[in-house]
């Protein structure tokens, strides 16, 4: 399958300029980075794509077997960028796409240049010496909780992710995107995103990385981006005066500043 077609992959920009791909999290879709990507068309060649399962990608696509790691997602970034014949990649990736970026980059390094970790964390439980921000029962009623009623979970949860309660506008967009998703499909993406543990990989990344932090973001707290930062070596840490989760909806020309500032632009 033309994984063009497959990711729903649409490029911006300049066809010579050095490619930047923005990759969604959980529960989004490419429509998220509306705010951000546009700011880099100027001198980068921009793409843009939807997992597997989310916005306008081919879900006939979806695989289980392919799907039960982050390893199937970076698969995908993978093929989107060959078939791109895409080099010097600079990958932003938000959220649980923070590590699908690693580990692609991990796989095939020379493929990229930098890597921009929006609000990622590489494991979600709490374990010893590690705290991650949800005990092993917090996670386990959450994954019920969305098997149960995916719809009702949705709307509970997602003003809670987005955080910035005085614009209920914000929340209220994060759960229509949550809405928008194939129930099936988000749940099992749940399970691997929330189940994963990539501690160990962080040691291994060699691409110049930038972490961006969130202020008071409840998915992934500053604990987990100063692990981040510790375990990358070299990398930069910025902790965002932007709360929640979401700084590309909810502070963008924050969010774009940090990234141009590290990409040189």
Not at 148 to 168: C, D, F, H, K, Q
Request: net charge negative; charged share 25%.
């Amino acid at each position: 399958m033309d994984p063009l077609a497959r990711n729903n992959v649409r490029l911006f920009g300049g066809v010579d300029g050095q490619p930047m791909l923005f990759s969604h999290g959980f529960g989004c879709d490419q429509h998220m980075w509306r705010f951000v990507a546009p700011e880099f068309e100027d001198r980068f060649r921009v793409a843009l794509f939807d997992h597997v399962g989310a916005g306008g990608s081919d879900q006939s696509a979806y695989d289980v077997a392919k799907y039960s790691s982050l390893d199937g997602y970076a698969t995908d970034v993978l093929e989107i960028c060959e078939a791109l014949d895409l080099r010097d990649v600079i990958f932003v990736g938000h959220s649980v796409s923070s590590m699908i970026g690693m580990l692609a980059a991990l796989r095939e390094p020379d493929r990229f240049a930098k890597l921009v970790m929006v609000g990622p964390s590489p494991r979600y439980i709490d374990d010893d010496g590690y705290v991650g921000g949800f005990s092993e029962a917090d996670i386990t009623e959450l994954l019920e909780s969305l098997d149960s009623n995916y719809l009702g979970w949705s709307t509970a949860m997602a003003p809670v992710i987005m955080g910035n309660t005085e614009r209920p506008e914000l929340g209220q967009e994060l759960t229509e995107s949550f809405c928008r998703a194939d129930p099936a499909i988000a749940k099992r993406f749940a399970e691997v995103t929330f189940l994963s543990d990539n501690r160990d990989d962080l040691a291994r990344v060699r691409v110049p990385t930038l972490v961006l932090q969130c202020s008071k973001d409840v998915i992934a707290p500053d604990s987990v981006g100063e692990f981040v930062h510790q375990r990358i070596a070299g990398s930069r840490l910025v902790t965002l005066t932007a709360t929640g989760h979401c700084p590309n909806l909810s502070a963008p020309d924050e969010t774009t500043a940090v990234i141009r500032q590290f990409v040189g632009a």
